[in-house]
């Protein structure tokens, strides 16, 4: 039996990889999921319960504990905590900790660093978004060297690769793998800022196990972080992804599979669980009319988006098209950007669906999805994967250009897929008005589809738009498992140099903390009276708690045994004296005898 | 902003203000004269770094000199304002570096008072000494922050631009129709300006044109009597001050128009106030509407004892905004007119909502450049519209 171990960074990513898995899972193939956070956020952990009763041959668990996870490295960080934890305590787990830390700080500078590439000269805030993680003592330097050229980027990220080939494979990590056996180990997403997903790659690679990253989404590969170690294979939704893979990436195009998005398979099925009255009595919009969904973003894309939302409202209500002024318009938030759309104020004609706070792993969540595609003429929203949706169910999709939302479209790589010249999935107006006139051509049924056509057969389908993904991702998983893998050992120059690097390591971890530098050179005298103080309380305490009856009575029965020592002396000098004595009082009578 | 004050025969307050922004600006020059009239003296303004907007540097008071000091007497002066303002600069850096030196060490006496080898009563004896040092921490932050007396905006200080500037700048208004005698309004809103649309059609029935001034968006205010001087590309800065200072009134949505209104002695409007306490107007005739907080998570708006404690004051963009809406502003907008024709006469609600905010204003930490507590608690005399207060207070 195939045994396959598919590493998540939270149990959220089944999403995305649900109905792939199942179709791995079978009577010669066993699937075990491991996470390495266990998160309840929009019921993901509903979700791994769900998927691991589903079929014998899945089965989900933890991925083994880290010393020290990204989360508890950027705590550790956090200049506005009030506490910071206990001292790092010497022992076993402090060379893994500092080992964690250089690793965590190597790829969260190598993730900063590719920022500073042209390619992302317009993604500001993804820029900052990878500075903020970084500690304060690194920003400045790196990014003066960073913006000194292309050589310069160059050589620091040569060094910083070369830091993390020498770093010592992660023993819990290895341990893990050699406990699951498995024949082939998958990972997602990798590109997290700082991700520690590589040294399952790694490890994989020692012990000589064929591994793949699969690319969860369409931004993956542009809005985070590098894949620093490129695993044997990258499974990739479409071409566009695998040019980025290997432009962005470097991985070697043989290396990229392309297999089509798993995650939209059920889209090209999908059919309406309503008819269109039934779903406008449950919203609440006239059926008469036409509907318009605005479908929300998410955080970092639209933080602040009911004003946003508002104003297009206004703006609809005014327009001279009496279709679109009179059209239905419903709200469905982000399911993870949600709580914001309760500042929108209650209109007529308008309707927020779901209502928030639904549980997103409810079985009719997705229905009420799909129903809310299937019955709009048209879908407007900023930057979101639910307009690929759109485009999957053939609806127009429109877009607004808007200044607040700049970090977002303009600034972000993967928003120019959705709307490259020849296959743009999104029609994308610069101005309100513009919108006005491509919402009124899509209400009448007048807005090319073709466009959009081409991009899902391209972007989401790019085997053939009635070829799904799933069975392709299954397949490139059995090849990879075929293929096998041999054990690739460190390099010998890695071992050489660790014991240097292992004080680089100290030294990170202490500079993950991010204090001023002052205080590291004032720690030991901190950390010397501190344990002073403790060693006088320690011997107080012995003192006052029994010492001090116990030195009295040691004194009394040394006086006892000085006294009786004497005395036993006394006598035994007196006994021994008595000859002396005697011979001595023989000697004087005899003297006194003569004297007479 | 550092002032020094230069005695001799006639004293000289040298000033060099904040020109980052116009609100920084604003405030800085309408606190500059308020201190030079107070102090009886003449005023020196020096030109900042940077000059977000020239017109309203160049803005001189009715009332007093202003001071255009030339080649070594400005070197001098310049130079005396320096080592004035590096003196204030070292205090403050002390500050902060005392700050950041006592709380580096409570945060490592925390950290040894975590680690369990330690035994109890040493940990415990820790934290006291940690918390000890936590508040001398605080202590320092407080100290370099001066809260500048609200006292002092309390009062306009009239002035006027220099008269090449005030000419081309109504030259300018004419052309647009906005000059002197014809009534005006400015408005410089730059979110949600279809919420004004009700409200410019009432002001233009009373023969007032509305100017739309600021930086504007793709929201659109037109209809009759309405000039939006957003689109116009090539405006000068001096038009601008002229239009905020011959307007009745002005009707903003932010600080920083707040803050210029205070330079050029406009009456103001500020809606969707976030901070019930920072945007209080600080003048008679100022008045201001809150924006509704809503805690997202239960979507409950959060009631004023709430916005008005420390919690919130601390970090208001924790919770949600719903702004005013289109009849809240025009009633706000009548009760101005009234105010400004009549006289300003608080309601029962109005004064109680004053002397809570007064209260708060009290309790809190200076916070920032324009929200101390100095004058004993003194938040202004403006007022919360009356539509807002018989609901809050």
């Known amino acids: 039996m195939t045994r396959v171990l598919f590493v998540m960074l939270h149990p959220g990513f089944i999403r995305y990889y649900e109905d792939a898995i199942r179709a791995l899972a079978g009577e010669d193939r066993h699937v075990h999921v491991a996470f390495e956070v266990s998160g309840t956020k929009l019921g993901a952990d509903v979700a791994a319960a769900r998927l691991a009763s589903s079929s014998p041959y899945i089965t989900c668990g933890t991925a083994p504990t880290r010393a020290e996870s990204v989360r508890v490295f950027l705590s550790r960080g956090d200049r506005t905590a009030t506490r910071s934890g206990a001292a790092d305590a010497a022992g076993a787990g402090r060379r893994d900790r500092a080992w964690e830390s250089l690793a965590t700080t190597v790829r969260l500078l190598l993730d900063y660093l590719r920022y500073f590439e042209p390619v992302f000269a317009s993604a500001g805030s993804l820029r900052m978004r990878a500075e903020k993680r970084l500690p304060r003592v690194y920003r400045a330097p790196v990014a003066r060297l960073a913006r000194r050229g292309r050589w310069a980027r160059a050589m620091l990220s040569w060094t910083l690769r070369a830091l993390e080939r020498t770093m010592p494979p992660n023993r819990a990590v290895e341990a893990f793998l050699r406990e699951q056996r498995p024949d082939v180990l998958l990972v997602t997403p990798l590109v997290e800022l700082g991700s520690q997903q590589v040294d399952y790659v790694k490890c994989a690679r020692r012990l000589g196990i064929p591994s793949a990253v699969c690319v969860a989404s369409w931004d993956n590969l542009t809005s985070k972080g590098l894949m620093r170690v490129v695993p044997d294979r990258v499974i990739v939704w479409n071409e566009v992804q695998k040019a980025e893979a290997v432009a962005l990436h470097g991985a070697r195009p043989e290396q990229v599979v392309v297999t089509g998005a798993q995650v939209f398979d059920r889209w090209f099925q999908a059919r309406p669980g309503r008819t269109r009255d039934e779903f406008c009595r449950m919203v609440g919009l006239d059926p008469a009319r036409p509907i318009v969904l605005y479908v929300g973003s998410s955080v970092f894309v639209a933080p602040d988006e009911v004003p946003f939302a508002e104003r297009w409202l206004a703006r609809l209500r005014g327009a001279a098209d009496f279709t679109v002024a009179e059209a239905g318009v419903l709200v469905r938030p982000h399911p993870a950007n949600a709580n914001q759309w309760r500042l929108l104020p209650p209109a007529p004609g308008v309707a927020v669906w779901p209502p928030i706070g639904t549980d997103p792993t409810h079985p009719d969540f997705a229905r009420d999805y799909f129903d809310s595609l299937y019955h709009s003429a048209a879908v407007v929203g900023v930057n979101t994967s639910a307009q690929i949706e759109a485009g999957i169910v053939g609806r127009p999709v429109l877009t607004i250009r808007a200044r607040e939302f700049a970090h977002s479209q303009a600034g972000a790589p993967h928003f120019t897929h959705l709307v490259r010249e020849g296959a743009a999935l999104v029609r994308a107006a610069d101005t309100l008005d513009e919108h006005l006139h491509q919402l009124s051509d899509a209400l009448a049924g007048r807005a090319p589809l073709d466009e959009a056509r081409r991009f899902v057969g391209s972007f989401v389908r790019p085997l053939g738009l009635d070829v799904p993904a799933v069975p392709a991702f299954v397949a490139a998983v059995e090849a990879l498992s075929r293929q096998g893998g041999s054990a690739a050992p460190d390099p010998w120059w890695a071992a050489a140099v660790r014991p240097g690097v292992w004080a680089v390591a100290r030294v990170a971890h202490l500079l993950a903390e991010d204090r001023p530098l002052w205080v590291y050179a004032v720690r030991p005298l901190i950390t010397a009276g501190v344990w002073a103080a403790a060693a006088v309380y320690g011997v107080r305490t012995a003192w006052s708690g029994g010492g001090r009856l116990r030195v009295k009575r040691a004194r009394r029965a040394a006086g006892r045994l000085w006294h009786q020592s004497r005395r036993s002396a006394g006598r035994r000098l007196d006994r021994a004296s008595r000859p002396v004595r005697a011979v001595m009082r023989g000697a004087l009578r005899r003297l006194a005898g003569r004297g007479a | ?393």
Not at chain 2, 22 to 45: F, H, K, M, N, Y
Not at chain 2, 127 to 154: K, V, Y
Not at chain 2, 206 to 220: K, M
Not at chain 2, 271 to 296: H, N, T
Request: aromatic share 6%; net charge positive.
């Open chain 2, 1 to 393: 902003m550092t002032t020094l004050l230069v005695r001799r025969r006639r004293p000289l307050l040298v000033v060099r203000p904040d020109g980052s922004t116009p609100g920084a600006l604003g405030l800085d020059l309408a606190i500059a004269l308020a201190r030079a009239r107070q102090a009886g003296a003449d005023v020196c303004l020096l030109p900042p770094p940077t000059l977000c907007d020239p017109a309203l540097f160049a803005l001189v008071p009715a009332d007093r000199r202003r001071v255009e000091p030339r080649a070594f007497h400005r070197a001098w002066l310049r130079a005396r304002w320096r080592a004035r303002d590096a003196a204030a600069s070292i205090g403050r850096r002390a500050a902060a570096g005392r700050r950041s030196f006592w709380l580096e060490l409570y945060r490592e006496l925390r950290r040894h008072a975590g680690d369990e080898r330690l035994p109890y009563p040493l940990r415990a004896r820790l934290r006291t000494w940690a918390q000890r040092w936590f508040a001398r921490a605080s202590a320092a932050a407080e100290g370099p922050t001066r809260p500048i007396d609200r006292r002092l905006l309390e009062r306009p200080v009239p002035i006027s631009l220099p008269p090449a500037l005030e000419a081309s700048a109504r030259s300018d208004a004419s052309a647009l129709g906005v000059a002197p005698p014809r009534r005006t309004v400015a408005i410089d809103v730059r979110t949600g300006v279809d919420r004004l649309h009700d409200t410019v059609r009432a002001l233009a029935a009373e023969g007032i044109t509305v100017v739309r001034l600021g930086e504007g968006g793709e929201d659109r205010l037109d209809g009759p009597g309405v000039v939006d001087l957003t689109a116009a590309k090539d405006r000068s800065p001096a038009l601008d001050v002229f239009v905020r200072q011959h307007a009745e009134f002005l009707v903003c949505d932010t600080a920083d128009a707040q803050h210029v209104a205070y330079a050029t002695g406009t009456p103001c409007l500020v809606l969707d106030a976030v901070d019930p306490v920072a945007s209080y107007p600080a003048r008679r005739d100022g008045l201001y509407m809150l924006a509704e907080a809503v805690d997202l998570d239960s979507g409950v708006e959060l009631p004023l004892e709430d916005r008005l404690g420390p919690e919130y004051l601390r970090d208001p963009s924790r919770y949600g905004r719903r702004r005013n809406t289109p009849a809240e502003i025009l009633a706000a907008v009548r009760e101005l007119q009234a105010g400004l024709r009549e006289g300003f006469r608080d309601t029962a609600a109005q004064a109680r909502f004053r002397e809570r905010v007064a209260a708060a204003c009290a309790r809190q930490a200076p916070r920032g450049r324009d929200a101390g507590p100095a004058g004993g608690g003194f938040a202004g005399s403006g007022r919360l519209a009356r539509v807002q207060a018989e609901r809050l207070a």
